[in-house]
Structure formats: structure tokens, C-alpha cells
């Protein structure tokens, strides 16, 4: 089975810290993906990566960073936390092309204060 | 007008019946469709995977898909209180990141 990890479950940080969010896959997957949820607003694609030290933007990349130095991890950073950023936060991975069956990770509810 | 709608809900229904959701959308190069299935405060998990039109069937999930009307349909026979969970639809037209609907909350009734 695929599997999937979030570096935490609920994370509260005040707002200008720095956060990171990492995302460990044990598939060999080739892409992973970072979204966020909010009620009303479904899911939002915020970047992605199709091989390591590769990213793409996704539809809301600003405010975000991201870092894929290995295969199997990938980074999610908040370069200056703001309170509009309090969301889930979900990684996902797939093993082929960017419309494989994505798996996700159980997300990181992120709240900002 | 929005590349992928879905209602809301909640749905509610009794136990033991049959459940619809549904999923409309507007562009025609879509092939890969998907249904995923999410507790509440835990990661989307995919429950069906098609490609193009017809039905796929798994155990008590039968998914649908109708290219000319460009409309999708997830299906639950017999339905159970642990069926209670928000679900995604997601499609992709294969060169491009997959667009998931927003989901819709569904309360299956003991």
C-alpha cells in the first residue's frame, strides 16, 4: 500500500514564523503535490514537483515555497506566516504523469495566530 | 462557468439506500475521472479510478461516466453509517494537473 506521511497533524504557529511542512512518500513515486483545504473553496493546488529539485507553481503558489531535495520528500514552507494561511494543508503523490490516482497524506491543520 | 460542480450537500439517507452523487463539467478533454472518499480531519481517499466513459464497479461503488453529457455519477448500494464522509470528485484531460469539484457531505441516517 501507498503510503504517505505528514510531518504533523495540527501545528500552531503566530504570525512572520517561518514554518515548514514535510511530506515523506514510500512509493517511489515520481510527482508530489501540495494543496490546501478550506471550507468552500474545495482543494487548492499551491505547488508541485515532477522529479527532484524540480517544482512547478500550482494555482496559488504566493505566500509559498517548496523544496524537493530527495525523491521521497517534499517541503512545504511558509516563508512569513499569515493568518490567511491558517487551512489543512495536504500532500499528495502519484506514481505517473500528473493525472495519475493521487494519494494523499492524513494533512496538517495549520493554524495561525 | 466553473470547470467542475458539484453540489454541497448535506445529503441525507436512510441506511440501506441507494446514494447518488454527482458531478458536472465543462471540458470535453477530460478522460481520467476519479472519486475520492474523505473522513472528516483526514486526507481524501481515492475510491475510483475510470478512464473515458462507461461504468466501473467495486464491491458496493459503482462509478459512471457519461462523456456526452459530461457528467459523472458515484453510486452506493446499501449504504452504511460508516459511508458517512464528504466526497471529491477529480478529473484530468491526461496533460494536465487533475481539478477536483469541492465536494459534497454526505450523512448516511442509522
Known amino acids: 500500500d501507498v503510503k504517505v506521511t505528514q510531518s504533523s497533524r495540527y501545528l500552531v504557529k503566530r504570525t512572520g514564523e517561518k514554518v515548514f511542512l514535510e511530506c515523506v512518500q514510500d512509493?517511489?513515486?515520481?510527482?508530489m503535490f501540495w494543496y490546501r483545504q478550506d471550507p468552500g473553496l474545495g482543494l487548492r493546488l499551491i505547488y508541485f514537483s515532477y522529479d527532484v529539485k524540480m517544482k512547478e507553481k500550482g494555482d496559488i503558489p504566493e505566500g509559498y515555497s517548496v523544496s524537493r531535495e530527495k525523491k521521497e520528500r517534499f517541503s512545504l514552507i511558509l516563508e512569513s506566516a499569515s493568518t490567511n494561511q491558517t487551512s489543512m494543508y495536504l500532500c499528495a503523490s502519484t506514481l505517473l504523469g500528473l493525472a495519475g490516482e493521487q494519494y494523499f497524506g492524513p494533512g496538517t491543520r495549520l493554524t495561525v495566530t | 462557468q466553473k470547470e467542475v460542480e458539484q453540489d454541497p450537500g448535506p445529503l441525507s439517507v436512510p441506511e440501506g439506500a441507494i446514494v447518488s452523487l454527482n458531478c458536472t463539467y465543462s471540458?470535453?478533454?477530460?478522460?481520467?475521472f476519479m472519486w475520492y472518499r474523505q473522513y472528516s480531519r483526514k486526507g481524501p481517499e481515492l475510491l475510483m479510478y475510470?478512464?473515458?466513459?462507461g461504468n466501473k464497479e467495486d464491491g458496493r461503488f459503482t462509478a459512471q461516466v457519461d462523456k456526452s453529457s459530461k457528467y459523472i455519477s458515484l453510486f452506493i448500494r446499501d449504504s452504511q453509517p460508516s459511508d458517512s464522509a464528504t466526497y471529491l470528485c477529480?478529473?484530468?484531460?491526461?496533460?494536465?494537473?487533475?481539478?477536483f469539484g469541492k465536494g459534497t457531505r454526505l450523512h448516511i441516517l442509522p
Open positions: 512509493m517511489d513515486h515520481e510527482n
Open positions: 477529480a478529473m484530468s484531460d491526461g496533460d494536465d494537473k487533475i481539478i
Open positions: 475510470t478512464y473515458s466513459s
Open positions: 471540458n470535453s478533454a477530460f478522460q481520467y
